[in-house]
């Protein structure tokens, strides 16, 4: 059995780390707070922007631009999301999996060197780099301080490149995220774009709350949807009579890479909100395990100081019976 001064050393370390671990949730919430608003800023921009791209669909079904057409796989691209910290759970660990099973897929068809990697984060970047895999440029500043003129740059640069068939698809790899305790590791195409698809995506977002409990989640949820229900009531449809000019196909090549730069800025905050709430919950997590361990620790250290206090006192009454 330890002994006192063991224990109560040991109940000043997890004091300690307990500190830590609870600073540093507090600064992930302040973080994924600040993720969210910025998510809320870019969510009417895409909301108009699916409205004229399904209204432009609906108009004329058959227009085509260079962005959109499907054709045999021999060069492929992953832009992969990750953070530039660790102590976020799985968060990275799940991400880099993912690429390298998306990698060991294309290694069977095109083989591995046909395989381009851009790495927003630096754990991705450091991973890509010891696996040997073929690396274009590194991009860790992003993976803390969201560019939309960054991700227009990279997303230009892909584009180029499969117009001039260079690359052939395009893959992101990220966390899209839902809520605080909700981060959904999404691999979808980001060329060629697949218009229909991306238009039914999944865009559900919490953006109201930081708390990552089930029961909470479960109840802002209710509460979210009696409110949307009442504000569908009040807000009138948008006009859809639309003047295209000069032609469809001209503003649709205009509007799909917009919807390419779109794409690519919004993985970027959804892979940063999910990398503070993957964070926060980790960081909640080890403050909890270290109170319970705090619990245990104080436990065992009464525990203990009382069988020294009752050995001291079977002792003098050991020695006054013998005197």
């Known amino acids: 059995m330890p002994s006192l001064k063991e224990i109560k050393g040991r109940i000043a370390s997890v004091n300690s780390t307990r ?55 021999k060069r492929a691209a992953l832009v992969v999301f990750t953070s530039n910290s660790s102590l976020c759970g799985g968060f990275n660990a799940n991400t880099i999996k993912l690429m390298l099973h998306a990698v060991d897929e294309y290694d069977q068809t095109i083989g591995r060197d046909n395989v381009e990697i851009y790495p927003i984060g630096r754990k991705v970047y450091e991973k890509a780099q010891k696996l040997g895999l073929k690396v274009q440029g590194e991009f860790s500043a992003l993976a ?30 990220y966390h899209h995220f839902k809520s605080a305790g909700s981060q959904i590791l999404t691999r979808k195409t980001f060329l ?17 709350s930081v708390v990552a409990t089930k029961e909470s989640q479960e109840y802002l949820k209710k509460r979210g949807e009696r409110e949307t229900s009442r504000e569908q009531e009040e807000v009138k449809p948008l006009n859809d009579n639309f003047i295209v000019e000069p032609d469809m196909d001209t503003v649709l090549s205009q509007l799909l890479p ?20 993957a964070r926060m919950v980790a960081m909640q997590t080890a403050t909890d395990n270290a109170d319970e361990l705090l619990r245990e620790l104080n436990l065992q250290y009464n525990k203990s100081r009382q069988q020294a206090i009752t050995n001291e006192l079977l002792d003098i009454v050991g020695g006054s019976v013998n005197n």
């Open 144 to 173: 803390d301080k969201p560019n939309v003129q960054q991700c227009i740059e990279i997303a230009m640069e892909l584009g180029k490149k499969f117009a001039d068939g260079e690359i052939d698809k395009v893959e992101l790899i």
């Open 192 to 208: 060629p774009i697949d218009v229909e698809s991306e238009l039914q995506a999944d865009h559900e977002r919490d953006l109201t």
């Open 258 to 277: 917009k919807l390419a730069h779109l794409s690519l800025y919004t993985a970027l905050l959804d892979s940063n909100a999910s990398e503070h709430a």
């Open 19 to 73: 500190k830590i671990t609870s600073a540093m949730k507090m600064v992930a919430s302040s973080k994924l707070h600040h993720a969210q608003v910025a998510i809320q800023n870019m969510l009417p921009y895409e909301e108009l922007l699916e409205h004229i791209l399904k209204s432009f669909l609906a108009a004329e079904a058959e227009a085509q631009t260079i962005f959109d057409q499907v054709r045999p796989v």
